[in-house]
């Protein structure tokens, strides 16, 4: 099967992932986030510690065997081998939910960070409270759609295409309705939020499937196509959180960046050339500098 020449540029899910929870983190920002009468401060530190735990995940193991009685030896071989399996597609069913899961909580935070800008809008201040939308999910689609196409992070459209089309096969085979997509158009930056937020509600609400292990059933091209929808959705928002920094931030200011720039010498030098905001536009692409060498290793 001939690969993607776009995203064949990408880094591994896993590794985008870090190398993002390590730019929030450096970046040290926060804002006040006001919702319902009470005010809490979001922070890029907390968007990049969810991400960090993404980005570690290994497996989430299913013990598939643990309330079998004690009589379980007696068992044929056949069902014991049907076991395996189920726990092997129950395991990595799970371990891409609860990536999924992971990543969601971020962008619920980096929904924050940006509430303030929906709240500034020359149209928004003008607006009946009572007309305004009420989540910050769907706030932030207004802000992002008026950031300029050129400020965007590189093939951006191309990973929000991936995710439309999974997302579109995902709906057609199980029959569900989404919501707030009638008016989307691909065109729109925030056209991939609107997936992600459906995708997300979906799971929260316990609509999104648990199907059975395709091994007895069939529907494997449904479990990969799962399997895919959960993937495309964690790039996705792992690059609407570069848009998010790339065009909301006050500069570095945390402590780690301070300590990395100034303690380290000539390899701070390198550290400070190189970890840079602009970062936020290709840290998803190969080839790019790495906060897993964040200094210039010594010859």
Wanted: proline fraction near 4%; aromatic fraction near 12%.
């Amino acid at each position: 099967m001939t690969k993607c020449p776009t995203c064949i540029q990408n880094k591994p899910l896993k590794s985008h992932l870090f190398e993002l929870s390590e730019l929030c983190k450096y970046l040290g920002n926060s804002v006040e986030f006001t919702q319902h009468g009470s005010t809490r401060i979001v922070k890029t530190s907390v968007i990049g510690d969810w991400l960090k735990l993404a980005s570690h995940l290994k497996k989430v193991d299913m013990e598939w065997w643990r309330y079998r009685d004690e009589m379980s030896e007696m068992y044929c071989p056949s069902e014991v081998d049907d076991e395996a399996l189920d726990e092997e597609h129950f395991t990595e069913y799970s371990t891409a939910l609860t990536r999924f899961m992971y990543v969601t909580n971020a962008m619920e935070e980096a929904y924050r960070f940006i509430d303030k800008e929906y709240h500034s809008l020359d149209s928004v201040i003008n607006m009946p409270k009572n007309k305004r939308l009420r989540e910050p999910s769907m706030r932030s689609t207004v802000v992002i759609d008026l950031i300029p196409k050129e400020s965007l992070p590189e093939n951006f459209f191309h990973i929000m295409r991936n995710l439309e089309i999974t997302f579109g096969k995902y709906i057609k085979h199980f029959s569900l309705t989404v919501n707030g997509i009638v008016d989307v158009k691909q065109t729109d930056n925030s056209a991939g939020l609107h997936f992600i937020r459906n995708l997300r509600n979906h799971i929260a609400h316990g609509v999104f499937p648990i199907i059975d292990n395709p091994e007895y059933w069939g529907g494997e091209d449904k479990k990969r196509n799962l399997l895919n929808l959960l993937f495309h959705a964690c790039r996705a928002s792992a690059i609407y959180i570069q848009t998010i920094l790339l065009s909301f931030n006050d500069g570095f200011q945390s402590q780690d960046y301070f300590y990395m720039k100034d303690v380290w010498d000539e390899e701070g030098d390198y550290f400070e050339s190189n970890c840079k905001i602009e970062l936020a536009k290709s840290l998803h692409l190969n080839g790019t500098y790495s906060f897993a060498e964040p200094v210039e290793p010594y010859c």
